[in-house]
């Protein structure tokens, strides 16, 4: 069993001024460790995209944030990004892989599904993403996750798990404790009254509280 677990984060849902959303990208990766940055921009032409990887990259790379692409294997791979995601009703898995190569990530949607997941894993996936565990309302999530297919998972399977949906400071530690492998968060990091560099901060205590708990 792993006995670590990392913050993921994602982008708000759109960015209509990315050099403001640079300097908020800049500031949440100061408040502590982030492992991955997803780029998460929906019903937008491709040339919106690839000006947000363009201007976002640099700085999460800066840091050491890899830095994946949601849905778009064919964009990721042109756009020199270090991963893709796609859920269950995108790419299929075997495609996005032929395009993204065997260096660089691809990571898969499994909501509450270890069938899915095994599927994944079995056929290379580098990472299977469960949730959601809360509520969001960063998109619809009608498929609602417990807790214990993180442990199950952790128990049986070697292939990182990434807990989703609603993940705030507040709710983390159990995920973490569970046995996630990384919290991907996204509302609970850009919307926190404190701002972005306090979010990445208390996630990260709730983490190693987590931690400390799973013994």
Known sequence: MTLDCRLYLITPPSL????????????????????ALQIRLKDVSDDVVAAAVEAI????????????????????????????????????YAAARKLMGKDRMVGVTCHDSRHLAMEAAEAGADYVAFGAFFPTTTKEAPIVAESDILSIWQETMEVPCVAIGGITAANAAPLATAGADFLAVSGGVWAHPEGPDAAVAALNAAIAQGLAARG
């Open 16 to 35: 209509p001024d990315l050099a403001a959303f640079g300097r908020q990208l800049a500031r949440a990766l100061e408040g502590g460790d982030v492992a």
């Open 57 to 92: 990259s640099p700085i999460a790379r800066a840091r050491d944030v890899a830095v994946i692409l949601n849905d778009r294997p064919d964009l990721a791979a042109r756009l020199d990004c270090d991963g893709v995601h796609v859920g269950q009703g995108d790419t299929p």
